[in-house]
C-alpha cells in the first residue's frame, strides 16, 4: 500500500500547477483524500480533501477558489490543480488516505491511514 505524490516545481506567482497522488495496493475510490501541506518553519496544515462516497470536496479559505480537487478512478489518482499561486503556497505538499467518508473541515485533521511522501512546490519569481 503507498500513495505517491508528484508534479511539485519552481513557479512564478499567479502561475499554476497541478500535484498528483497516485495510489498502489489500494483503490483511491474508497478512500477520503487529503491534501496537506507544510511550510518552512510552521505547521502542517489541510488544504483541501475529496471524500470517499459522493465527492464531496473541501477547501480552506486561503485556496478557495484557487485551487480544484479532482479523482480518476481510470488512472487510480486524486489531483490537486492549484491556480493563481502566490508565494504563500510555497511548501512541502503531502497527499493522505483514509478508509471512510469525511466531509467539511474535519478532513483538515491528520487522522489519516496512509500519506505520501510529499512534493516541494515553491512559488517565486
Known amino acids: 500500500v503507498q500513495l505517491q505524490a508528484s508534479g511539485g516545481g519552481l513557479v512564478q506567482p499567479g502561475g499554476s500547477l497541478r500535484v498528483s497522488c497516485e495510489a498502489s495496493?489500494?483503490?483511491?475510490?474508497?478512500?477520503?483524500i487529503g491534501w496537506f501541506r507544510q511550510a518552512p518553519g510552521k505547521e502542517r496544515e489541510g488544504v483541501s480533501c475529496?471524500?470517499?462516497?459522493?465527492?464531496?470536496?473541501y477547501y480552506v479559505d486561503s485556496v478557495k477558489g484557487r485551487f480544484t480537487i479532482s479523482r480518476d478512478s481510470a488512472k487510480n489518482t486524486v489531483y490537486l490543480q492549484m491556480n493563481s499561486l502566490k508565494p504563500e503556497d510555497t511548501a512541502v505538499y503531502y497527499c493522505?488516505?483514509?478508509?471512510?467518508?469525511?466531509?467539511?473541515?474535519?478532513?483538515?485533521?491528520?487522522?489519516?491511514?496512509?500519506w505520501g511522501q510529499g512534493t516541494l512546490v515553491t512559488v517565486s519569481s
Open positions: 495496493g489500494f483503490t483511491l475510490d474508497y478512500y477520503t
Open positions: 493522505a488516505a483514509v478508509p471512510k467518508v469525511v466531509r467539511g473541515s474535519a478532513c483538515r485533521r491528520p487522522n489519516y491511514d496512509y
Open positions: 475529496i471524500s470517499s462516497v459522493g465527492g464531496f470536496t
